[in-house]
Nanobody, 115 residues
Framework: QVQLVESGGGLVQPGGSLRLSCAASRSIFRGNVMGWYRQAPGKERELVASITTAGITNYADSVKGRFTISRDNGKITVFLQMNSLKPEDTAIYYC?????????WGQGTLVTVSS
């Protein structure tokens, strides 16, 4: 089992920025995909962004041009830089790891965008 520990959530004003981090507790197998999902109140969990070990990225249309995902394979960490935040970005953000057919989830970190 692997633990995914997230940090960086909080309250920010519209137009502001936040950077989320997620660190895995052990080495992970090659060919994995790490990413971020979010779930707003009353809505289903949705993919925000993902990145493979080769650096191939995928973004939800709603965040393209505003969010950037990156990873440090040596430190087994994935980051989500969020710029130009909007109130509709308010949600619990979950770190995700897909490794050898198994989904792993972090505990979630709350991001609130409000004035």
């Amino acid at each position: 089992q692997v633990q995914l520990v997230e940090s960086g959530g909080g309250l920010v004003q519209p137009g502001g920025s936040l950077r989320l981090s997620c660190a895995a507790s052990r080495s992970i197998f090659r060919g994995n995909v790490m990413g971020w999902y979010r779930q707003a109140p009353g809505k289903e969990r949705e993919l925000v962004a993902s990145i493979t070990t080769a650096g191939i990225t995928n973004y939800a249309d709603s965040v393209k041009g505003r969010f950037t995902i990156s990873r440090d394979n040596g430190k087994i960490t994935v980051f989500l830089q969020m710029n130009s935040l909007k109130p509709e970005d308010t949600a619990i953000y979950y770190c995700h790891l897909f490794e050898r057919g198994i989904n792993h989830w972090g505990q979630g970190t709350l991001v609130t965008v409000s004035s």
